[in-house]
């Protein structure tokens, strides 16, 4: 089992709609969560951090966090083309020091 | 403006040749990494440093080396560069635990 797993997708969505992306991870120790946005040639770039259970809103995303599932998920509203990349969530675990585990990103489309 | 700045952003270099990737950061960060990423692929830390004097090798095996004698100056280098060596490298930087990390712009490495 990866530490951290996410559907590879392509996640396809219309503009306008809400795109529903997640990720699980295995160490239920860990203690901080984020997810980050990389256009295709670019570097990722941070969209959201989480390290409580709950949701936290920021503009259009949302995260949610259940860590009794070990589960973390972004949602996205109102969904744009410009928003059309892969996401990646990555996860500090448990005794790490902030070496962050990558998962291998969910490709999201959105079709206009 | 505080920022993480990689040099060259692309290069394209002979087997053999010896190149340092350079990587910067200006927000006083201690904590830093290389991590390196083929196209459409995950995210492989290569390695990290928590401070001065202070470097280690990451998750995936890499034939490159790096130095911290500055705290803003992160550099990567390949004694001898081979075609498996072409990838893209992506220098981050974090303020401390459970911070998220911050990446620079990557530099795309091409060995023929």
């Known amino acids: 089992q990866k530490e951290v797993e996410q559907n590879s997708g392509p996640l396809s969505v219309p503009e306008g709609a809400i795109a529903s992306l997640n990720c699980t991870y295995s160490?239920?120790?860990?203690?901080?969560f984020f997810w980050y946005r990389q256009y295709s040639g670019k570097s990722p770039e941070l969209i959201m951090s989480?390290?409580?259970?709950g949701d936290k809103e920021d503009g259009r995303f949302t995260a949610q966090l259940n860590k009794a599932s070990q589960y973390v998920s972004l949602l996205i509203r109102d969904s744009q083309p410009s928003d059309s990349a892969t996401y990646l969530c990555?996860?500090?675990?448990?005794?790490?020091?902030?070496?962050?585990?990558f998962g291998t990103g969910t490709l999201l489309a959105v079709q206009p | 403006e505080a920022d993480i700045y990689q040099t060259p952003r692309y290069l394209v270099i002979g087997t053999g040749k010896k190149i340092t990737l350079e990587c910067s950061q200006t927000?006083?960060?201690?904590?830093m990494y290389w991590y390196q990423q083929d196209p459409g692929m995950e995210l492989h830390l290569i390695h990290y440093?928590?401070?001065?004097?202070?470097?280690e090798k990451g998750d995936l095996s890499s034939e490159s080396t790096v130095s911290r004698i500055r705290t803003e100056h992160f550099p990567l280098t390949l004694e001898s560069a081979r075609p498996s060596h072409t990838s893209q490298y992506l220098c981050?930087?974090?303020?401390?635990?459970?911070?998220?990390?911050?990446f620079g712009n990557g530099t795309r490495l091409t060995v023929t």
């Open positions: 981050a930087s974090s303020a401390g635990l459970n911070s998220p990390l911050h």
């Open positions: 160490d239920r120790g860990s203690q901080s």
């Open positions: 989480i390290y409580s259970n």
């Open positions: 990555a996860v500090n675990p448990r005794g790490t020091t902030n070496k962050l585990i």
């Open positions: 927000m006083g960060h201690d904590k």
């Open positions: 440093s928590y401070g001065v004097n202070s470097t």
